[in-house]
């Protein structure tokens, strides 16, 4: 289940000694390392290095820095979307190739509960793209890492400092940047499991996750631009009332506002994370149950 502070290892998860769990572990090459939290540090850390390494090479011709810092951050998206992809076919694979092996019509002989094998069926999900998602919270960090370079070269450290603490920069750091692809990945997972869970026919199980794919990504757009609409009336609506005249007052308005925008936008796409989550496993579950 999604939680506010994911589980980076998925090998500690109490779901890790589920039978299931423990048996596809054993049938794949990608055991659990000896150092798992030294090789996570190493995938997390390697992005942002070569973000920022590559970043100092071109700082001295300005033109150059921003545009590099725009094509890495439509990279990171990319990247995203990517993720978002392998996601949903790494769990909907797993589930699928038990179904057409009869796999699964065993595993239901077993006394095995349902919930069990669709709760090891999604860590295994989490495992096989745990680094991935590594990779993508590195990006993220070392791109704005470099979006913080290219405007202290503008604005001189004092204003950038000043800006920073403005905008809540160490919260957007934090809540968007590292936190929301660990809850996006148990999202999607989840609903690979649930679009596999429902379908048995090649062509309808491809179809299925496409196109619930792209209702996520509307979903999530959707999400963005109604908190970010909201807090925009809001803050106008304030303005135009109360007013600010003073220097202080205005300041003391853009870190209030700034930080109320951030935890309404953070807890917006955690909750429809979370909600969305635990919906496709229970769905799961239930058709797992009417399988014959």
């Not at 993508?136 to 001189?156: C, E, P």
């Not at 609903?191 to 429902?198: F, N, W």
């Amino acid at each position: 289940m999604t939680s506010i502070l994911p589980t980076v290892n998925p090998f500690t998860l109490p779901i890790a000694g589920h039978p299931v769990f423990v048996a596809e572990m054993r049938q794949t090459r990608r055991k659990p390392p000896r150092r798992y939290a030294l090789w996570s540090l190493l995938w997390l850390v390697l992005p942002i290095v070569v973000i920022v390494g590559v970043s100092l090479l071109l700082m001295r011709d300005w033109r150059t820095f921003s545009g590099l810092v725009q094509f890495m951050l439509a990279g990171v998206f990319l990247f995203g979307a990517y993720l978002d992809v392998a996601s949903l076919l790494s769990s909907v694979n797993s589930v699928s190739r038990d179904f057409a092996q009869v796999k699964m019509d065993l595993l239901r002989l077993t006394p095995l509960h349902e919930a069990g094998i669709i709760a090891a069926k999604h860590a295994l999900s989490l495992v096989r793209t745990r680094r991935l998602t590594l990779v993508l919270v590195g990006a993220r960090v070392g791109v704005l890492a470099a979006a913080v370079m290219s405007d202290a070269t503008l604005l001189g450290v004092g204003q950038l400092l000043s800006a920073g603490l403005q905008l809540g920069l160490v919260a957007l750091i934090f809540l968007v940047f590292v936190l929301e692809p660990f809850w996006r990945n148990e999202m999607i997972t989840s609903l690979g499991i649930y679009v596999a869970a429902l379908n048995r026919s090649s062509l309808s199980l491809l179809l299925t996750a496409g196109f619930s794919m792209g209702v996520v990504w509307v979903l999530s757009l959707m999400i963005v631009g109604v908190a970010s609409f909201g807090l925009g009336l809001m803050a106008s609506l304030l303005l135009s009332n109360v007013g600010y005249s003073s220097l202080d007052g205005s300041l003391l308005f853009g870190l209030w506002f700034n930080m109320f925008f951030l935890v309404l936008l953070a807890s917006a796409i955690y909750g429809f994370y979370h909600l969305l989550e635990r919906w496709c496993l229970r769905a799961a579950l239930r058709c797992l149950k009417r399988a014959e």
